[in-house]
């Protein structure tokens, strides 16, 4: 079993939004050289989080209009306890929901996603430049 490591850095422009990373780990996943095995992508950060989902343009702008839902409530805030370092627990609670890594197959040297699924890096606390990290673990 071989392991290959790459990373990619990913600047999001808005306070909340969805970029599609598919295709910054199917760069990797090339470079690495694994064709059989799994991805693990990951983002090292506690205010955004990756997960699997369709990039259809409407879907990511719902997506990220229920992302502000939950993070920007128009009723006053609750006051949360880590709001009184840097005010954004929503941001927190959100990314914790979502998650913060995805493990995809890797199969004849692909990722193994559905039609319509891709690896979607949701922005809760932006805009941030924010790290993807991605592992490869095959052969």
Known sequence: MR????SAEIRTTSKIGVSDVTGEVR??????????GIAIVSVP?????????EPEPGLLEDLAR????????VAPREGFAHDRID??????????????????????GALSLGTWQ??????AD??????LEMTFLGE
């Open 3 to 6: 392991t290959s490591g790459a």
């Open 27 to 36: 760069r990797a996943l090339a470079a690495s050289g694994i064709q059989q």
């Open 45 to 53: 950060h506690t205010t955004c989080c990756v997960c699997i989902n």
């Open 66 to 73: 229920l992302a502000a839902r939950l993070i920007e409530p």
């Open 87 to 108: 005010n954004n627990a929503r941001a927190h609670l959100f990314a914790s929901l979502v998650g913060g890594s995805v493990v995809l197959v890797v199969g004849n």
């Open 118 to 123: 891709a690896v979607l890096l949701v922005e």
């Open 126 to 131: 932006g805009p941030r430049l924010r790290r």
